[in-house]
């Protein structure tokens, strides 16, 4: 089974600043990555799928890339409502997670 | 609108048993198999069981293989998770999310509902 892995685990920025988030596969997941969004008490919100497609009414300040084992989540510019946490996933696999946080 | 609407969450014993509820609407819930994701309190996302769209096939976590049931009703557009002999460690929020299917084996979840609380304690 694959073994995802999030880096960093939090991430310290302020509105307007780019946000880099990682997620490296144990073997590759060719392009079938996906990344959502979390926050406390919402339903988790399908952010990118198939590696850079970003789903129905996503921000274009969100993008995704990579291929392989490694793969990126870029916020362009920090909107207030983006702190949040974000998982990658392929299949029954999700990473740990990286926390976006107000600096 | 597409809704997934989660509900029969609550405190249990260790050892006893409960059951989730997910209703759909929106969509034809017969075409999509369905699966339960669990958050437990300060840790990620883990994926705890599927139901193929025409209940043929189940698959489960190997922390709840065993003891979790996955089932549907889809006269009732309803998502099931009998959960027997519970444990402390299965305390969590519990999400029902609809697949969407790249090919055979690769998915992602396009869309989740909020969530029920589980609490397991004494």
């Known amino acids: 089974e694959t073994v995802l892995t999030q880096s960093p685990a939090t991430l310290s920025l302020s509105p307007g600043e780019r946000a880099t988030l990682s997620c490296r596969a144990s073997q590759s997941v060719s392009s079938y990555l996906a990344w959502y969004q979390l926050k406390p008490g919402q339903a988790p919100r399908l952010l990118i799928y198939a590696v850079s497609n970003r789903a129905t009414g996503i921000p274009a300040r969100f993008s995704g890339s990579g291929s392989g084992t490694d793969f990126t989540l870029t916020i362009s510019s920090l909107e207030p409502e983006d702190f949040a946490v974000y998982y990658c996933q392929q299949r029954s696999t999700f990473g740990g997670g990286t926390k976006v946080e107000i600096k | 609108q597409l809704q997934l609407v989660e509900s029969g969450g609550g405190v249990v014993q260790p050892g006893r048993s409960l059951r989730l509820s997910c209703a759909a609407s929106?969509?034809?819930?017969?075409?999509?198999?369905m699966h339960w994701v669990r958050q437990a309190p300060g840790k990620g996302l883990e994926w705890v069981a599927v139901?193929?769209?025409?209940?043929?096939?189940?698959d489960y976590s190997d922390s709840v293989k065993g003891r979790f049931t996955i089932s549907r009703d889809d006269s009732k557009n309803t998502l099931y998770l009998q959960m027997n002999s519970l444990r402390a460690e299965d305390t969590a929020v519990y999400f029902c999310a609809r697949p969407q299917y790249s090919n055979n084996e690769d998915y992602y979840f396009d869309y989740w509902g909020q969530g029920t609380l589980v609490t397991v304690s004494s």
């Open positions: 139901i193929w769209y025409d209940g043929s096939n189940k």
């Open positions: 929106g969509f034809t819930f017969n075409s999509y198999g």
